[in-house]
């Protein structure tokens, strides 16, 4: 029995990372910042719970956990943000360290929005540049 899988070599997360980030404009902390003061720009948190209660969050940013990212993000969802315009929107993907926000950011670019990347570095690079963080609730 031949399966759709057999024809696939595997490639391991180091390939997939790397190729996902060659389509990527990665922004450093302080672009991504700077680009957050743009009404066409959206930070988007994707870290789960445990970690923005640890850390606090960016306030700028929405928070959309990665299960549900597509389906809030995708400006033709039902299930989609207002914040979720259309093609144009520039949108920057954020995990803790910034490796899920490359995946997660090619994943929004296949639903068409092509202006999608992520943060280099991640949650922890933006706090360690000094920029605006709320802290987790006490």
Do not use: K
Not at 35 to 52: C, N, Q
């Amino acid at each position: 029995m031949v399966t759709t899988t057999d024809h696939i070599s595997p490639r391991g997360i180091d390939a997939l990372l790397a190729t996902a980030r060659s389509r990527l404009n990665r922004l450093t902390p302080a672009q991504a910042h700077a680009a957050a003061t743009s009404e066409d720009t959206v930070l988007v948190d994707i870290r789960y719970a445990a970690l923005r209660d640890r850390d606090g969050t960016i306030p700028s940013a929405l928070v959309v956990e990665r299960n549900e990212l597509e389906w809030r993000l995708d400006p033709l969802s039902d299930h989609r943000l207002p914040e979720a315009t259309g093609p144009d929107l520039h949108v920057v993907v954020i995990c803790n360290e910034g490796y899920a926000s490359s995946l997660a950011a090619t994943t929004l670019q296949d639903l068409g929005l092509p202006r999608a990347t992520d943060l280099t570095g991640g949650f922890q690079a933006w706090r360690e540049a000094g920029l605006p963080v709320t802290p987790p609730a006490a």
